[in-house]
T-cell receptor, first 113, second 115 residues
Framework: ETGVTQSPTHLIKTRGQQVTLRCSSQ?????VSWYQQALGQGPQFIFQ???????GRGNFPPRFSGLQFPNYSSELNVNALELDDSALYLC????????????FGPGTRLTVT | AQSVTQLDSQVPVFEEAPVELRCNYS??????LFWYVQYPNQGLQLLLK??????LVKGINGFEAEFNKSQTSFHLRKPSVHISDTAEYFC?????????????FGTGTRLTIIP
C-alpha cells in the first residue's frame, strides 16, 4: 500500500511568483487536507477537500486555492507569494466519514526569497 | 473555535526514564484529541487518538494518554523512553461529530533523550 506522497520535496520561489504543490493520497482515501507548518510552529489548517469539493477552510487568504481530482490526488496553489509563505506544506489524506485518522505526507519545503 | 496549549517547548529526559508531555485544550464544543509525532525531515505520524470510551488511550511505540475533561487536558506519557523517541510531539484537537476533520495543533514539544 502506497502512502501519501508529495512533490516537489523542496522549492525556492521569488516574492510575487505563483507555486503549485502536489499530493497523491493513500489508496482508497477520498479526503485530502492541506496544512502550513512555519518553522518552530505547529501545522495550521489551510483547507480540506472531500470528493472534489472544498469541505472547510482555515484562516488563509483567497490567494491560497486548491483542487482535488477524480483520483483524489490534490493540488495547492499559492499566488502572489510573500516572504511569510515560506514554510513546510503538509498534505494529509483520510477515509473521511468520521474516521478521524489522517495520514500525512513528508511535506514540501517552500522558501520564498 | 478550539485552541491547544503545549506547556513545554522542550523536554530533556534520560534514556529509560519516564516522560510526560503536557497538553491542555480550550473549546466551546465537544472535541476529539490526538497526539502526533514528527521525526526530523518527515511528516506527522499518528501516535494515538481519543474519540470516545475509556479515557486512557494506548497508542503505538508504548505511548499512552489520558483524557481529563474537567481539567481539559490530554497528557502523553511513556514509562521508559528510548533514544529513538527523540522527535517533536504535537497535540491536536478536532471538533467532534461528522464534518470536516480539521485539526488544530499546539506549537509542539521537542523531546530529547539523553543517553
Amino acid at each position: 500500500e502506497t502512502g501519501v506522497t508529495q512533490s516537489p520535496t523542496h522549492l525556492i520561489k521569488t516574492r510575487g511568483q505563483q507555486v503549485t504543490l502536489r499530493c497523491s493520497s493513500q489508496s482508497g482515501h477520498n479526503t485530502v487536507s492541506w496544512y502550513q507548518q512555519a518553522l518552530g510552529q505547529g501545522p495550521q489548517f489551510i483547507f480540506q477537500y472531500y470528493r472534489e469539493e472544498e469541505n472547510g477552510r482555515g484562516n488563509f487568504p483567497p490567494r491560497f486555492s486548491g483542487l482535488q481530482f477524480p483520483n483524489y490526488s490534490s493540488e495547492l496553489n499559492v499566488n502572489a507569494l510573500e516572504l511569510d509563505d515560506s514554510a513546510l506544506y503538509l498534505c494529509a489524506s483520510s477515509l473521511g466519514g468520521g474516521t478521524y485518522e489522517q495520514y500525512f505526507g513528508p511535506g514540501t519545503r517552500l522558501t520564498v526569497t | 473555535a478550539q485552541s491547544v496549549t503545549q506547556l513545554d517547548s522542550q523536554v530533556p529526559v534520560f534514556e529509560e526514564a519516564p516522560v510526560e508531555l503536557r497538553c491542555n485544550y480550550s473549546s466551546s464544543v465537544s472535541v476529539y484529541l490526538f497526539w502526533y509525532v514528527q521525526y526530523p525531515n518527515q511528516g506527522l505520524q499518528l501516535l494515538l487518538k481519543y474519540l470516545s470510551g475509556s479515557t486512557l488511550v494506548k497508542g503505538i511505540n508504548g505511548f499512552e494518554a489520558e483524557f481529563n475533561k474537567s481539567q481539559t487536558s490530554f497528557h502523553l506519557r511513556k514509562p521508559s523512553v528510548h533514544i529513538s523517541d527523540t522527535a517533536e510531539y504535537f497535540c491536536a484537537v478536532s471538533e467532534s461529530g461528522f464534518g470536516n476533520e480539521k485539526l488544530t495543533f499546539g506549537t509542539g514539544t521537542r523531546l530529547t533523550i539523553i543517553p
